[in-house]
């Protein structure tokens, strides 16, 4: 018996739609059974790093730094350099033999207190400033200075920028010791230093201004002014 032609393409293209069914259903099963036990996540990881990324993005306030301020502390460091530089190149002089007793005079007089009006106290936002001291020591003008915050907030101070002044409008140079960069708001007292070179005071100036401000805010003004330093001139002599 004898086949005829359209039977046998018939039963080609059965065993070929049968084999690729069979392989379908095959590869579903091994697909299924390679990935048991992995489930999709909760949330949408793609949503959740945009919204990471969009928060630690979000841009802060700008607060520029006061140009004045930087400019008197370049002033300020220059004329230092130039008062050292005078000072390296200026000739020795010959001086007398000085006795015991002359020196024990020169260093008592470098040595004092200067005890016209203080303390000296300015207060602002419940922030105190308060000079308690004024001294000579060696070749320094030593002021004792304290900080009171009685406030409900920290206050941070950058204490280069603490602007001293003379009476003649002279900035001058100042270093501070002891004085934390942060007033807790607990009334706590917090006592320091401002140490002012002798060098760098000239000998008509009578009187010395501090003024200090909180950081970066600047919203403070702790200004004293008419610190009388007259013994200036004794001091800078000796």
Known sequence: MKIKTYQLTLAILVSILGAGIGSAVLAYKLGAEAIKGVSSPDVNPSKKFSTSASQTARPQAFKPVNEKQIIKKVETYIQNQKTKS?????????????????????????????????????QDKKMTLEITKASYQGDSLIFDISLKNEGNQTIQFL???????????????????????????????????????????EKNSKLISLKLTDYPEQKLKLDISNIPISSSEQAIAN
């Open 86 to 122: 005078k000072a390296k190149n200026e000739p020795k002089k010959e001086t007398e033999p000085v006795s015991s007793l002359e020196k024990t005079e020169a260093t008592a007089s470098k040595n004092q207190d200067l005890t016209f009006n203080f303390p000296l106290k300015v």
């Open 159 to 201: 204490y280069s920028f603490l602007e001293v002044q003379d009476n003649q409008g002279q900035i001058l140079s100042a270093i501070t010791e002891g004085l934390p960069s942060e007033i807790p708001a607990n009334g706590e007292t917090f006592k320091g230093t401002v140490e002012i070179p002798i060098a760098l005071i």
